[in-house]
C-alpha cells in the first residue's frame, strides 16, 4: 500500500498534536531536572566555595593570634628565633598552603601624647614596616607610655570556581597584644 506525502504529515501532526502534548506527561520530571540543574550545580559549587573561604579566613586569624602570642612570651628575639615564630605561625594554615601567606609582626611604641611609633618590624612574603614610621592604632589598644605587639596576616584567595567573576580576594587579619614578661621586647639582629 502506498502512501501519499499528505497522509504522513496528517499522521505526524496527529501523533504532535498540540492537544495531545499538553495532555502528555511523560519525561516532565526529566525537563524539570534539566531546567534547575544548572542552579543545583551553582549552589552546590558555590557553597564548597564559601565554606572554603571561611575555613581560610580563620587559619589567617589564627596565624595572626598565633604570631602575637608566641612573640609576646619572650623579652628579646634573635633572627633565629623570630624564623621559628614565622614557621610556627605558618604551619597553623594546614592543610592549606603557607606559600602565597603575608605575615607582619611589629612593636609599636605609643608615647606620652599618644603618638603610635614603629620600633621594629619582622615580616615574611612582603615588606616590614618601617622603623620609626607612624603607625593608626584602634582607640582601645593605644594607651600612653606603652608598647603593643602587632601581628598581621593576609592570605589572597582565589576561587577555584568563579575566579572568572570574583577574581582573587584577600583575606585578612590584625592582633595586637602587650608584652608579657617586660614592658617591651628587645630584637636582636645576632
Not at 621559628?84 to 592543610?95: E, G, I, Q, R
Not at 617591651?184 to 639582629?189: C, D, F, H
Amino acid at each position: 500500500m502506498v502512501r501519499s506525502a499528505g497522509h504522513r504529515w496528517r499522521h505526524l501532526f496527529a501523533r504532535f498534536s498540540p492537544k495531545r502534548l499538553a495532555h502528555d506527561r511523560t519525561a516532565v520530571s526529566a525537563v524539570e531536572f534539566a531546567l534547575i540543574l544548572p542552579l543545583m550545580l551553582t549552589l552546590y559549587l558555590g557553597g564548597i566555595q564559601i565554606s572554603e573561604a571561611l575555613s581560610i579566613n580563620r587559619k589567617v586569624s589564627h596565624v595572626t593570634s598565633t604570631l602575637a602570642d608566641l612573640v609576646t612570651q619572650s623579652k628579646s628575639l634573635t633572627n633565629s628565633e623570630m624564623s621559628n615564630v614565622f614557621d610556627a605561625s605558618s604551619s597553623v594554615m594546614a592543610p592549606y598552603s603557607a606559600t602565597p601567606l603575608q605575615i607582619t609582626v611589629s612593636e609599636i611604641h605609643i608615647d606620652n601624647n599618644g603618638n603610635a611609633t614603629v620600633v621594629w618590624s619582622d615580616a615574611r612574603n612582603t615588606s616590614p614596616l618601617s622603623v620609626g614610621s607612624s603607625v593608626t592604632l584602634p582607640a582601645a589598644v593605644a594607651v600612653n607610655n606603652s608598647y603593643v605587639i602587632t601581628a598581621t596576616a593576609k592570605y589572597p584567595f582565589t576561587p577555584a570556581i568563579g575566579y572568572v567573576l570574583t577574581g582573587s580576594f584577600d583575606l585578612h587579619s590584625t592582633y595586637y597584644l602587650k608584652p608579657r614578661l617586660s614592658a617591651y621586647i628587645t630584637r636582636t639582629t645576632s
